[in-house]
């Protein structure tokens, strides 16, 4: 096992800089997911790390060594890709043990460590069916097989799961967690699914045009997100934001005027304060009137139910009205909803972002 360290990495196509300038730590035995939209670089730093790219400037280090110059056969890194990459002509027990037939195991260990590795992934039963044989996951479980089967320093995967079903994506997401809890590799993950993020890792760095915007673990990005990005990425419904107007600062607490609404919050508020959000689940719909100490009741008028998305126990409100979309964990509203509805939002729980699109952070 291995850490990793990224110092001052750029990378350029041509005249198109894809990593200005980055720096990252990928702590040994940890799960890091590098999440971010489409051209965001996180595929293309994973293949600096394994050497399929070269970095334009900065350095990349296993461990103490800098690997700028090897070669990705002696980097000890193991590359799991999503199209599976498997020699049709093999079967799966000839795919599982190239990589150790190509390092010259012996035949005693190379059928040892196949058993071993089949054994993990539930590959036993189908050592001797060839690629086209197989399903998907099955197919993306011998790439994982072959990728861990000569003990990797580091596992690297480049979106795995990103040509499969949500069926098995699921399945093969708790395949992966269950892997890395056995073998405590190191391991980077590559996507721009944010629940696979959200699911696996131990450490998310959050990428957008090459620059890190955060790094942390899942539920403190969740719960602290450092800027207006990383609030919106992350968050599956998104989470409800509300451009200010003007930010009236009062003796004990700051009026926010948001179009013809004004909400008034027991919190001394920057005058900067340029949006406001809260995520979907911390909204709950109470009696007009109400009286809830420490809360934003928050007055929407000419409401109504787009849509009310249904998924078990939980039922998600679409809105519209006077302020603009929302969506709130509803379960009691009716899909013909129609009318006036109050809102209670922990006043903790509110999100604020200044006119930099940072978080307005309060000790």
């Not at 045009?209 to 719960?223: F, M, N, S, T």
């Not at 911390?282 to 009741?297: D, F, I, R």
């Amino acid at each position: 096992m291995t850490d990793i360290h990224l110092k001052s990495i750029t990378k350029s196509f041509g005249d198109v800089e894809v990593i200005p300038h980055l720096d990252l730590h990928i702590p040994d035995g940890k799960f890091t997911v590098l999440l971010g939209p489409s051209g965001c670089g996180k595929s293309t730093l994973l293949r600096m790390i394994a050497g399929l790219e070269t970095p334009s400037g900065g350095q990349i280090l296993l461990g103490d060594r800098v690997v700028n110059d090897v070669p990705p056969s002696d980097r000890g890194c193991a590359l799991v890709f999503q199209n599976y990459a498997l020699y049709p002509h093999k079967t799966v027990r000839q795919n599982l043990s190239f990589p150790l037939r190509m390092a010259k195991v012996s035949q005693a260990e190379q059928d040892r460590l196949v058993e071993e590795t089949a054994q993990m992934l539930e590959l036993t039963p189908l050592l001797e069916r060839y690629p086209r044989q197989l399903s998907g996951g099955q197919r993306q479980r011998v790439a994982m097989g072959r990728a861990m089967i000569r003990k990797p320093k580091v596992f690297l995967y480049d979106e795995p799961l990103s040509n499969l079903d949500l069926e098995l994506r699921v399945r093969l997401r708790l395949e992966i967690a269950r892997m890395q809890r056995q073998l405590k590799s190191t391991a980077v993950y590559v996507t721009h699914d944010q629940t696979e993020a959200m699911t696996l890792a131990d450490q998310i760095v959050v990428l957008r045009k090459g620059h890190i915007e955060q790094v942390g673990a899942p539920l403190d990005l969740y719960r602290k997100p450092a800027n207006l990005f990383v609030a919106g990425f992350i968050g599956t419904p998104r989470i409800n934001l509300f451009t200010v107007d003007r930010c009236e600062a009062m003796e004990l607490s700051t009026v926010l005027h948001i179009g013809a609404t004004q909400l008034k919050l027991p919190l001394l508020l920057s005058s900067d304060t340029r949006t406001i959000g809260f995520r979907p689940e911390q909204a709950k719909p109470v009696p007009t009137g109400s009286n809830m100490p420490g809360h934003l009741l928050l007055e929407l008028q000419d409401c109504e139910t787009q849509a009310v998305e249904h998924l078990g126990d939980r039922a998600y409100c679409y809105l519209r009205s006077n302020m603009g979309e929302l969506v709130v964990l509803a379960p009691d509203v009716d899909s013909s909803f129609h009318g006036k509805l109050t809102l209670a939002i922990d006043v903790s729980a509110l999100h604020f972002f200044d006119s930099e699109e940072e978080a307005i952070k309060f000790e």
